[in-house]
């Protein structure tokens, strides 16, 4: 099978996704077939799972269809993703990662579709689980992370996350407790707040502790200074 590229991303160095189809895109829309058949109605979506942590490597196929007007910024569409990807054995804190690059990847080919470039809404995923190495690195406390400037705000941010659910830290979206507030922003928790619980169970705002990393470049807890994230790739601001 021929492979043509669509996005190809790494986070961190133990996880690698690749996005790609089957079918070559056009350059231009001067031969397109004016009775081609119309556009699909459903993404087809394969995933191919590699975990190379073990010997030989665990590997897992799923094949899934989302329809073409998929929302993907309501709950269910990303609880029915999320399933798909547990029935490969990915561990929970790559689907945020996995997630984005299929949202990313299926804005793509129907931006193609449209316009006459590709003629399939069908595409490829392939997860690479790299073996995590262990580093000597000094632990210090107040450690800081490796700057990188040729990578964007928001991929930093998707990454921070990624390395935070990787190195044991909690996400709760929505938090019940009606005592306590969060001693970055100082405001108080509430239901509808996503929050983190840290290694040193110290709960901050979800979007707070992923701030105090990127702005502060600590890989530190903002109150106890216990080291709660592996090292990072993150951009001069």
């Given at each position: ?31 397109l ?15 191919f ?63 193609q ?10 595409f ?7 073996p ?92 106890c ?13």
């Amino acid at each position: 099978m021929n492979v043509f590229p669509l996005i190809s991303r790494s986070f961190g160095s133990e996880l690698n996704v690749t996005c790609w189809t089957a079918e070559p895109t056009q350059t231009t829309n001067s031969n397109l077939d004016l009775n081609r058949p119309p556009l699909d109605d459903f993404f087809t979506i394969h995933l191919f799972y590699s975990d190379h942590r073990y010997t030989p490597a665990k590997e897992e196929t799923v094949t899934f269809a989302l329809e073409r007007t998929t929302d993907f910024d309501h709950e269910d569409t990303q609880v029915e993703v999320e399933w798909k990807m547990m029935e490969l054995g990915l561990e929970e804190y790559g689907d945020d990662c996995v997630y984005e690059m299929i949202r990313e990847s299926c804005g793509l080919v129907l931006e193609q579709c449209l316009d006459g470039r590709r003629k399939s809404l069908e595409f490829f995923v392939e997860i690479v689980q790299q073996p995590v190495v262990d580093s000597d690195m000094d632990s210090d406390s107040d450690s800081e992370f490796t700057v990188e400037e040729d990578k964007d705000e928001e991929e930093v941010r998707r990454e921070i996350r990624f390395r935070l659910k990787a190195s044991g830290n909690q996400f709760v979206n929505g938090y019940s407790s009606s005592e306590g507030n969060c001693s970055i922003c100082l405001e108080e928790f509430e239901m509808s707040h996503n929050v983190t619980k840290l290694t040193c169970s110290h709960i901050f705002h979800e979007n707070c502790v992923i701030s105090w990393i990127f702005h502060d470049r600590k890989e530190t807890c903002p109150l106890c200074r216990s080291k709660v994230i592996d090292e990072l790739i993150c951009v001069n601001g």
